[in-house]
């Protein structure tokens, strides 16, 4: 069953990109804990029976130190000190490797779930996190139970497993009285590694099944309402209304630029009254005569009122009005109008020259 979100509406479009990266920034991914359990307690436990000797020899040769040094110690604060350090620092070395271990499978068993991702949000402060009704809320959740269940279950099948395997050996075991003290440790240690060995597999078993339930969970948290779908299209595409503002407000500007181009022409070119195109031509730098403002009816009429304004001449052509029109602003003319803008050019300089 589809879940509902808190505006209304069911969630059942799955979720889009974008709305997978918010999750992510905010932190909700789909992290399961059994898996980096299973990993450290499975990896740190090959690592610990690989390492053992090692430890066993080293904690050996700390005590042989530690009662060495017992026998020169003196009964005062700084020999005190000397020897807790010495016993600390030697523990320690001995027992890094394995923290260091737990630390990297901890850190690489939550990378192979969810890749880098860093992000802060999790832990800034949300004041709506302090409030006692959602905090039972959630104590009471679905999640809650859910987490509850599989605790419960992962205690009783590593319980089952470890009481199942020893009640299998109890055979064995009655007849470890007749033994020697290393066969009666050698017996233990086989249980012992053997009670781990079912443990790790049910542990990795849990993980699996956890992973996968994680990822559904999550699945479906993500999912989106048809509203929710719309809205981030608009967010995406942007609102029609503000579209279309800003693209009156970019075509406005665009016009004053335009405008500002027409006392600098050279000439306009009008239909006589719906189109008006105004020419610039400089030999020293334009290989041919180009359209710096163009228009129609309005626009048209505007250009007219700043060219006469400025002095600039105005010659009536419609048919080559018409084809300069068609021309983009900023472009040269073509090869098949040059001839037509010659003449008029040519005209235009003439009545400049007479005037003079």
């Given at each position: 069953?589809?879940?509902?979100?808190?505006?209304?509406?069911?969630?059942?479009?799955?979720?889009?990109?974008?709305?997978?990266?918010?999750?992510?920034?905010?932190?909700?991914?789909?992290?399961?804990?059994?898996?980096?359990?299973?990993?450290?307690?499975?990896?740190g436990l090959l690592f610990w029976i690989f390492y053992m000797p090692v430890f066993w020899r080293g904690l050996t040769n700390l005590l042989k130190s530690f009662f060495q040094r017992i026998n020169e110690f003196e009964a005062n604060s700084a020999a005190v000190i000397t020897l807790a350090w010495f016993i600390v620092q030697n523990a320690f070395l001995l027992l890094a490797p394995l923290f260091l271990t737990v630390l990297i499978v901890g850190f690489f068993s939550t990378f192979f779930q969810v890749g880098w991702n860093f992000t802060t949000q999790p832990i800034?402060?949300?004041?709506?996190?302090?409030?006692?009704?959602?905090?039972?809320?959630?104590?009471?959740?679905?999640?809650?139970?859910?987490?509850?269940?599989?605790?419960?279950?992962?205690?009783?099948?590593?319980?089952?497993?470890?009481?199942?395997?020893?009640?299998?050996?109890?055979?064995?075991?009655?007849?470890?009285?007749?033994?020697?003290?290393?066969?009666?440790?050698?017996?233990?240690?086989?249980?012992?590694?053997?009670?781990?060995?079912?443990?790790?597999?049910?542990?990795?078993?849990?993980?699996?099944?956890?992973?996968?339930?994680?990822?559904?969970?999550?699945?479906?948290?993500?999912?989106?309402?048809?509203?929710?779908?719309?809205?981030?299209?608009?967010?995406?595409?942007?609102?029609?209304?503000?579209?279309?503002?800003?693209?009156?407000?970019?075509?406005?500007?665009?016009?004053?630029?335009?405008?500002?181009?027409?006392?600098?022409?050279?000439?306009?070119?009008?239909?006589?009254?719906?189109?008006?195109?105004?020419?610039?031509?400089?030999?020293?730098?334009?290989?041919?005569?180009?359209?710096?403002?163009?228009?129609?009816?309005?626009?048209?009429?505007?250009?007219?009122?700043?060219?006469?304004?400025?002095?600039?001449?105005?010659?009536?052509?419609?048919?080559?009005?018409?084809?300069?029109?068609?021309?983009?602003?900023?472009?040269?003319?073509?090869?098949?109008?040059?001839?037509?803008?010659?003449?008029?050019?040519?005209?235009?300089?003439?009545?400049?020259?007479?005037?003079?």
């Amino acid at each position: 069953m589809a879940e509902e979100s808190p505006t209304g509406g069911e969630r059942t479009e799955a979720p889009s990109a974008k709305r997978r990266d918010d999750f992510r920034k905010k932190g909700q991914v789909a992290q399961s804990k059994e898996v980096q359990t299973a990993a450290i307690f499975t990896i740190g436990l090959l690592f610990w029976i690989f390492y053992m000797p090692v430890f066993w020899r080293g904690l050996t040769n700390l005590l042989k130190s530690f009662f060495q040094r017992i026998n020169e110690f003196e009964a005062n604060s700084a020999a005190v000190i000397t020897l807790a350090w010495f016993i600390v620092q030697n523990a320690f070395l001995l027992l890094a490797p394995l923290f260091l271990t737990v630390l990297i499978v901890g850190f690489f068993s939550t990378f192979f779930q969810v890749g880098w991702n860093f992000t802060t949000q999790p832990i800034v402060p949300d004041i709506k996190k302090f409030d006692p009704i959602k905090g039972m809320g959630r104590l009471f959740s679905t999640r809650s139970l859910v987490e509850l269940i599989k605790s419960i279950a992962k205690v009783a099948l590593i319980a089952w497993i470890a009481y199942s395997t020893l009640i299998g050996k109890f055979d064995e075991a009655l007849i470890l009285v007749d033994t020697s003290v290393g066969a009666a440790v050698t017996f233990l240690g086989k249980t012992a590694a053997l009670i781990m060995a079912k443990i790790c597999a049910i542990m990795i078993f849990l993980a699996f099944i956890d992973f996968l339930y994680v990822r559904w969970e999550m699945e479906e948290k993500m999912k989106m309402t048809k509203q929710e779908v719309k809205e981030e299209h608009k967010e995406m595409e942007g609102d029609p209304h503000v579209k279309a503002q800003i693209r009156s407000i970019q075509q406005e500007m665009a016009r004053k630029r335009m405008m500002a181009e027409v006392p600098e022409a050279d000439v306009v070119v009008t239909n006589p009254t719906h189109i008006s195109v105004a020419l610039k031509y400089s030999s020293d730098e334009m290989d041919a005569p180009m359209v710096v403002a163009k228009g129609s009816d309005l626009v048209a009429l505007r250009i007219r009122e700043i060219a006469r304004e400025n002095d600039v001449p105005i010659v009536e052509n419609p048919p080559v009005a018409r084809l300069l029109h068609e021309i983009d602003m900023g472009t040269s003319i073509p090869d098949e109008l040059f001839r037509a803008v010659a003449e008029i050019l040519a005209h235009v300089y003439s009545l400049k020259g007479s005037r003079q």
